[in-house]
């Protein structure tokens, strides 16, 4: 079954570290997502990408980066971690088309101290 | 700009019961429309869409939705809710010519024997 993954589960890192989090589908998808998710605020975009070599910054896209060589990853770097970026991070694909919803990933839990 | 309206950040309701969880949006074209539910430690699943034509779409688990454009809502409902419905649900809303979606800030929901 075609699913999508996310890994490190649960990471703890130091401030000022630089952190990647993967993000395999296995859908075919051209989307891909990356949000985060905090009490009070909902999902929101750090960034996205509508096909391989495409990146766009969404809502809260400072102090992250994504790059996509192929179809099938998104990786999410924190250039360099803050106390801030502690949250859940989630990871989601969807086909082109906005009627086309998107999967998720079960998230990953980062903690920066 | 899109945006999407969950007044209830917190509703709690008896085994049993009907529900009723709001969402309102703010776009100028018809919008396509969503429902998604996150039980706890766990990524969003899809409950049901809205993109054209029947006004009230039916989803998983019994859940169902209406779209009212004169009141832009698509409130989601449930004639009895079962324990298992505890959970966070979120409205989202995708606009026409993009594949982002915009995410409310989402209701959690307890439900109590």
């Known amino acids: 079954d075609a699913e999508i993954t996310q890994s490190p589960r649960h990471k703890i890192t130091e401030t000022g570290r630089q952190v990647t989090l993967a993000c395999h589908q296995t859908?075919?998808?051209?989307?891909m997502f990356w949000y985060r998710q905090d009490l009070g605020h909902g999902l929101r975009l750090i960034h996205y990408?509508?096909?391989?070599?495409?990146?766009n910054k969404g809502e809260v896209s400072d102090g992250y980066s994504v790059s996509r060589s192929n179809t099938e990853d998104l990786p999410l770097t924190l250039e360099s971690a803050a106390s801030s970026q502690t949250s859940v991070y989630f990871c989601?694909?969807?086909?082109?088309?906005?009627?086309?919803?998107?999967?998720f990933g079960p998230g990953t839990r980062l903690t920066v101290t | 700009a899109q945006s999407v309206t969950q007044p209830d950040i917190h509703i709690t309701v008896s085994e049993g019961a009907s529900l009723e969880l709001r969402c309102n949006y703010s776009?100028?074209?018809?919008?396509?429309l969503f429902w998604y539910v996150q039980s706890p430690g766990q990524g969003l699943q899809l409950l049901l869409k809205?993109?054209?034509?029947?006004?009230l779409v039916q989803g998983i688990k019994g859940f169902e939705a209406e779209f009212k454009r004169s009141q832009s809502s698509f409130n989601l409902r449930k004639p009895s809710v079962h324990w298992s419905d505890a959970a966070e649900y979120f409205c989202?809303?995708?606009?026409?010519?993009?594949?982002?979606?915009?995410f409310g800030t989402g209701t959690r929901l307890t439900v109590i024997p």
């Open positions: 989601a694909s969807s086909r082109d088309g906005t009627m086309y919803e998107q999967y």
């Open positions: 809205y993109f054209s034509g029947d006004t």
């Open positions: 990408s509508y096909g391989v070599h495409d990146t």
């Open positions: 989202a809303v995708g606009q026409t010519g993009a594949n982002n979606l915009f």
């Open positions: 859908w075919n998808h051209n989307n």
């Open positions: 776009y100028g074209a018809t919008p396509y």
